[in-house]
């Protein structure tokens, strides 16, 4: 899978857009890109996910590039309980040898402050 | 709540002793993965079972720990003559043929002393 580059830590004030880059330059064709996030203490919760084409559903909307190498997540007007750790990950289809597992980096520390 | 539990959530055992972990994945998932994660890093993949089958195991799954997935429903971690370096979150996921995400559970915190 390719690896992935996020910034260690961002802010945002609450109720504006926030926007969390990935640098993914050695993605393959065949693979996905997917968000995942992680409040303190809880399990990551998945966000969302896109080969090419932007993607949006009720919790975020995901911009990935037409060269494929970079994306973005946008959470359209942040909250508090948006604070998390956010991680953007690679990852081919679920088939073949990589059944699906998921290969996490250090994601970006978003906080959402009043 | 994603419909993945794990039991217990929180484990403390002194060093040498064995410890067992328990997932439920939802109902109708048959993918089912473990994943351990320690303070400040992302979660790291473990294993993967695919109904009771078990077809990966990560390199950081030693002699000293098991899985099994006995009737391809619930899962069970087991770790055998803990040592201090086993202190993690001990994250369970699981997912259904064809559909991408994965669902996590709460974890189980284990603290070796």
């Known amino acids: 899978d390719a690896k992935t580059t996020q910034p260690p830590s961002m802010d945002c004030a609450e109720g504006r857009a926030a926007n969390l880059p990935c640098n993914h330059s050695t993605i393959s064709g065949n693979e996905y890109v997917y968000w995942y996030r992680q409040i303190h203490s809880q399990g990551p919760q998945y966000i969302i996910h896109?080969?090419?084409n932007n993607e949006t559903n009720e919790m975020a909307s995901l911009i990935i590039t037409e060269d494929r190498k970079s994306s973005t997540l946008i959470l359209p007007h942040a909250t508090l309980r948006d604070t998390a750790v956010y991680y953007c990950?690679?990852?081919?289809?679920?088939?073949?040898?990589?059944?699906?597992?998921?290969?996490f980096g250090q994601g970006t520390i978003l906080t959402v402050h009043p | 709540d994603t419909g993945v539990s794990q039991d217990p959530r929180h484990k403390i055992t002194k060093r040498g002793q064995n410890v067992t972990f328990r997932c439920d994945p939802i109902?109708?998932?048959?993918?089912l993965y473990w994943y351990r994660q320690t303070l400040g890093q992302g979660p790291e993949f473990l294993t993967y079972f695919q109904n009771e089958a078990q077809l990966e195991k990560s390199r950081l799954l030693s002699d000293r720990f098991s899985a099994e997935r006995p009737k391809g429903s619930f899962s069970t971690l087991e770790i055998q003559r803990t040592e201090q370096g086993d202190s993690a979150m001990y994250l369970c996921?699981?997912?259904?043929?064809?559909?991408?995400?994965?669902?996590f559970g709460p974890g189980t915190r284990l603290t070796v002393t």
């Open positions: 996921a699981s997912s259904r043929r064809g559909i991408y995400e994965q669902y």
């Open positions: 109902s109708e998932h048959n993918r």
């Open positions: 896109g080969l090419k």
């Open positions: 990950i690679v990852r081919a289809n679920a088939g073949g040898t990589s059944y699906g597992k998921l290969t």
